[in-house]
């Protein structure tokens, strides 16, 4: 039985999806003024927070599993800094091919100077609305990482989820380690929308 206080919790961040969600839509122009306040209720009401992403990868070792793994991904209408945050394992569009995403953990957001090891590399500050995205295998080279090491910084916009939780196998299964904030954040959705059995559904392996 899910907390009245974890419910309210709850309901506050559907709100701000809803809202961010609806208005997004309406500066795309894809909804007119009368149809702004409809599409937040609508928002509210119907769907969820979260869905199903299925990865699979060297990349993302430990934190997930190299044969594959279903993740529980919550959405994110509007990343910006206030929304995603440092140490947050993201799912972004795939800087070569819009149609695949990956799964790469927040390093540096816009503002960070991004000094290379390399001493031929010119250290640059990441402009307004860029980030910086790593591999958590630290055994992989650039290419094979596939991350900003590779293709250089990428827009804020290109992010779409926040990883919450993580199933491997039946017994292996868990949430994920974000920053300290965002888990906070999430913890009334993971409480809400979790669904193991519906995990375990959907999963490939």
């Known amino acids: ?14 709100l701000e999806y809803s809202f961010s969600n609806s208005w997004k839509s309406y500066k795309r122009g894809q909804i007119s003024d009368r149809e ?24 993302m070792v430990p934190t997930i599993g190299e044969q594959g793994s279903t993740l529980l991904v919550r959405k994110i209408p509007i990343a910006d ?42 250290s640059f500050v990441l402009e307004k609305d860029q980030c910086w ?3 958590d295998n630290e055994k992989l080279k650039p290419k094979e ?22 199933l491997q196998t039946a017994v292996d299964h868990g949430p994920v380690q974000n920053s300290q904030y965002s888990m906070q954040k999430d913890s009334p959705v993971l409480e809400v929308e979790l669904d193991v059995d519906d995990m375990m559904k959907n999963h490939k392996a």
């Open 81 to 122: 800094p206030t929304r995603v945050f440092l140490g947050d394992v993201v799912v972004l569009k795939d800087p070569d091919n819009s149609e695949n995403y990956l799964v790469r953990r927040l390093a540096a957001t816009e503002g960070y100077e991004m000094v290379s090891k390399d001493e031929k590399d010119e």
């Open 1 to 14: 039985m899910v907390p009245w206080s974890t419910w309210c919790r709850y309901i506050v961040n559907k």
């Open 133 to 135: 995205v790593l591999a």
């Open 36 to 59: 702004l306040q409809d599409a937040v209720w609508k928002n509210l009401f119907q769907g969820k927070l979260t869905y199903l992403h299925w990865n699979k990868g060297e990349a």
């Open 145 to 166: 990482a596939k991350d900003s090491r590779l293709f250089g910084p990428v827009s804020m916009t290109d992010i779409v989820g926040r990883v919450i939780y993580c």
